[in-house]
């Protein structure tokens, strides 16, 4: 059995990957006609218009590998049929998230009016069973029961997760890399957990992942856009926890949040600074000091920036992956050397992307 998911799942994962390097190039050459294009060089500070709508691409390649092997080979799909849950509704739900986000490629959409819409198709998957009624402590092991705040915690991870990825796509191959390496590990997390419905989908967005970055990657030739953020944001926050659930109301929350560690902690850290900055009104508003930005200005070239950053996500990840693996006062040092390295990392990046009067301006402070 092990071995025939195996299987599957290698070639669910070729396939996306052919459909995307397929798929990719015609999306891109209909962006061009259509006038969908970065014309502002808000990626890369720079003044190519490069087509956009690459989440079109990537949709489109996962739901086509899917619908080829099932109506090859319609025995390959079969864990999908045993644990398919609240899949009829999450597909949907993806798909909408899709539309929103080409929407917002289009003609644009202002951020109240997406959050808004992503609460809705949120609640879509959680009215077809999506959610979770309790966490695992991450240190204990014990269970949290979350009670009446259960659709509140599910409702704000999916909105959460899915605006961290549009909020992280600022530079060529970041947010399509960062979902690639989640994907592959979580696909590593299915496979200890024996969830093999979540397995051969992690598999598959993987595969679209490698082949559309072969565009993606800088200096790309085409743009994720809204469409694919939102669309990768969305369907790596549902499968996340699919991939860990134990039951019908628990989820280990530590290994997606040490996955998803580095968009989380760019979405978290704008929120902050937009606040204390400039006010809560100023949470919504596009700015240029996410931490991409921040490598930028402390000299890193954009290939530069992403490679490192497509580390720092990998760091995540390992420790994610060993969190799985371990057990008792062990994993509680794991957590805890994860979460101390993510602030170290901050707060040195901070100072060294801030101009040399406010860093001894700080530094006078800190004395």
Known sequence: ??????????????????????????????????????????????????????????????????????????????????HAGALPWIVPAALSMLALGIVDDVIGIG???KVVVQSCVAGLVMAGGYGFGAITNPLTGGHIELGMLAPIATLLWIVVI?????????????????????ALTLLGVAAVEQRTDALLLWAT??????????????????????????FLGFTIAVLSVQSL???????????????????????????????????????????RDHIHHRLLRAGFTARGAVLFLYGC?????????????????????????????AFLATRHLDRRSRPPAVVEAAAEGDG
């Open 205 to 230: 967005l993987a595969g679209c992942l490698v082949g559309f970055l072969a565009f993606n990657f800088p200096p790309a030739s085409i743009f994720l856009g809204d469409s694919g953020s939102l």
């Open 162 to 182: 899915t605006n961290s990825f549009n909020l992280i796509d600022g530079l060529d191959g970041l947010a399509a890399g960062v979902a690639l390496i989640a």
């Open 313 to 341: 996500c990998a760091a995540f990840s390992a420790f994610a992956f060993l969190t799985v693996l371990a057990r008792g006062p062990f994993k509680s040092l794991l957590v805890g050397l994860a979460a101390a390295s």
């Open 1 to 82: 059995m092990a071995e025939s998911v195996g299987v599957a799942a290698f070639g669910l994962a070729l396939i996306g990957c052919f459909l995307a390097l397929s798929t990719t190039p015609l999306v891109a050459w209909s962006a061009r006609r259509l006038g969908v294009l970065d014309k502002h060089g808000d990626h890369h500070g720079d003044s190519r218009a490069v087509p956009m709508l690459g989440g079109i691409a990537v949709a489109a390649s996962f739901t086509m590998a899917l619908a080829i092997v099932a109506r090859i080979s319609p025995g390959a799909l079969g864990p999908l049929a045993e």
């Open 111 to 113: 951020p109240l009016a």
């Open 245 to 287: 659930q134990k039951g019908a109301a628990a989820v280990v929350v530590a290994v997606p949040l040490l996955t998803l560690g580095l968009p989380i902690a760019d979405a978290s850290y704008a929120v902050v600074r937009r606040w204390l900055v400039s006010g809560v009104a100023a949470i919504v508003r596009a700015d």
